[in-house]
């Protein structure tokens, strides 16, 4: 499941089948929000269709909607966020290797990024914690962005790798079957420019046709 935009107050969140890639619900939003998914989750359940696991991105507090359906956190969004946080190219050693593991993540089993990011952190722990004083007399963290990026992968740990504790499921690992429709909605619908969203809703409704 997963959200796009087709400008600042219109979305269309979309839950698909995995394995028939059969769209089940979709709905217009104005913003993506926790609640909206749990509804779309509850709807397809109670239209009969059991739900077998749910792959989606890290919005916090999202996973602990679903008590008993296991989650997996797309891995492109996970390693999207460390992007975010670090950049493709960082410059300090420490930033490099853990984006370096980050990369890892979409190929590798669990044991091997779990072992990965524990050696990271014993050999980088006193770099992250280092501290200064700053012009109030302050202390905080010197590098904040990659804390950050190192909790991030800590905190998502636990759904990660889902797929990988439930393989005899098939669970994909990332989203991009959903967000491949999208980006070919999206370039379909640049040819209609100027559609009123009443109309770029019938045009998303024939292309996606839940």
Not at 190 to 203: M, V
Request: proline share 2%; hydrophobic share 35%; net charge positive.
């Amino acid at each position: 499941m997963d959200t796009t935009y087709f400008g600042r107050k219109f979305g269309a969140m979309v839950f698909k089948d995995s394995i028939s890639g059969q769209i089940l619900y979709k709905q217009y939003v104005k913003q993506e929000t926790n609640i909206l998914y749990l509804s779309g989750v509850e709807e397809i359940s109670r239209r009969g269709i059991k739900i077998q696991a749910i792959i989606c991105d890290g919005r916090k507090g999202l996973f602990q909607l679903f008590e008993g359906i296991p989650i997996q956190m797309c891995n492109f969004h996970q390693v999207a966020i460390i992007r975010r946080y670090l950049t493709k190219k960082p410059k300090m050693h420490a930033s490099k290797e853990l984006w370096e593991l980050s990369l890892m993540l979409k190929q590798t089993d669990k044991e091997s990024f779990e072992g990965g990011l524990n050696t990271w952190h014993n050999k980088w722990s006193d770099f992250l914690n280092e501290r200064k004083i700053n012009t109030k007399g302050k202390s905080r963290y010197v590098h904040k962005r990659l804390r950050s990026a190192y909790r991030s992968l800590k905190t998502n740990l636990p759904w990660l790798f889902t797929w990988y504790d439930n393989m005899e499921m098939k669970i994909p690992n990332t989203t991009n079957a959903i967000d491949g429709q999208f980006a070919d909605l999206k370039n379909k619908l640049r040819c209609h420019n100027g559609l009123s969203i009443a109309r770029k809703k019938k045009f998303i409704d024939e292309f996606l046709k839940a």
